[in-house]
DNA sequence: CCGTCAGGTTAACGCCGTCAATCTGACGAT
DNA sequence: ATCGTCAGATTGACGGCGTTAACCTGACGG
């Protein structure tokens, strides 16, 4: 139960091992509500103001543990995206990624997108979208402004991500991936084509045009 | 400051009463976790345990603070869809209605759709939802399960909701709402050309494709 | 051998949600 | 008129929380 002191200069091993606790602590709780610095010290086998030493509260050591995981989300999309040519075909990729990774990890998700303030984490991941919707209309995929083409594509996985995380008890399809899937598609032929529409309208065939639309798609 | 007592029978004055001090105060100060008790209590003019006279505890109380908000927008839902023909455009306004009405009341909105467990106050709102896609089904404008597509639908508006209301420090575009309309618009579309399609792929035309869709469409 | 100072600890404060025990006063029965 | 009753509301307290101030400790350079 009692912790070798750390030598002079070892002063982050305390940081580390208790970012891992509180890490731990949070998904086994299940929500920050119900996370506590006490607990926390408590696992990590310190007294509990220790951890005032390297976090300058409860919010910032919950921000620090939820910012590890969004550094790999990042990553992984990055790496989903590589390696595919068709630049839209890539961006599906990185809305899969991007939604699968969130329901691996729903708590980290919640504290960083749920909650007002944070925004500062996502704006790295922003960029990265951003780039990769540039892409899409350099290829003449979409048109558009790319940080606004980019907002509407995020805000549908995030959609997707947020719904399923927070409402488990919705009447929710068997096969996930493949609805992941459907959203992620849904959300990228929808904006190419509204991004080329000039004026929205319901038109009196518009059914009997997406059929053929469709037809020829599927054909 | 002294509150006049109620008689025998009038058990609910004071529950209304508490009703309103804690939606006024938890809109005030813009959480849930800054709303105390003490300060509903307080702001009734009444001891802090006799909110537990009405409510088990505070969860239940903010609970069904959020859960009258919850009512007016279905009522509203149904409001902008009376009088609209065309199924699918009448979709189309209950979805800005959501966004719009959860940008309105972001507190309420964020408690009841971006926590677990809460699941049950949304039920009775799908509800009405996969009533309104049975419709654009019906009249074909889309195609598939009307749970399943309402899930998506729901997902998108959902996403562009929560995602506005945590991030506002995103480079949203000035126009909210024609934002909206755009990705209203954009997951409406999508949806019915993917739920028209067989299987997902990349065609080596598919932007010569959409263009000349998206031309008919616009002359 | 001794100060110094990073790396901790102890004790306490104020606030929170919650609960058991108590008070109060209007009203029907006598 | 009075008295018991019981819904309506209060008092006081408990344990746990985040946070802070003050204090301890032991390895290391001089």
């Keep these: 139960m009692k912790r070798v002191r750390a030598n002079p200069g070892e002063g982050t091993r305390l940081r580390e091992e208790i970012l891992a606790a509180a890490e731990a602590l949070l998904v086994e709780r299940g929500s920050e509500e119900a996370l506590t610095l006490r607990a926390v010290a408590g696992r990590t086998g ?3 103001p220790s951890v005032y030493l390297h976090f300058a509260d409860k919010e910032q050591l919950i921000e620090a543990v939820c910012l590890r995981a969004w550094d790999e989300l990042e990553r992984r999309m990055r790496e989903a ?3 595919i040519d068709d630049p839209f075909w890539a961006l599906g990729r990185c809305g899969h990624v991007y939604v699968r990774f969130a329901l691996d990890h729903p708590v980290q998700y ?4 749920m909650r007002q303030g944070s925004g500062s984490a996502a704006t790295a991941c922003f960029g990265y979208i951003v780039e990769a919707v540039s892409a899409c209309v350099t290829s003449g995929a979409l048109r558009g402004d790319p940080q606004t083409l980019a907002l509407g594509l995020w805000s549908a996985a995030h959609g997707c991500a947020s719904l399923l995380i927070s409402q488990p008890s919705f009447p929710w399809p068997d096969d996930l991936d493949a609805f992941i899937d ?4 849904m ?3 929808g904006t ?3 991004s080329r529409l000039s004026r929205r309208r319901v038109l ?3 059914a009997a045009e997406l059929d053929a639309f ?3 798609l599927n054909g």
Excluded: C, E, K, N
């Excluded at 919640?110 to 997108?113: A, K, P, Q, S, Y």
């Excluded at 459907?182 to 598609?185: A, I």
């Design 46 to 48: 310190v007294s509990t």
């Design 81 to 83: 995206a590589q390696g």
């Design 110 to 113: 919640r504290v960083l997108m």
């Design 182 to 185: 459907d959203t992620v598609w």
């Design 187 to 189: 959300a990228g032929l």
């Design 192 to 194: 190419a084509i509204a």
């Design 204 to 206: 009196p065939g518009v």
């Design 214 to 216: 469709a037809d020829r």
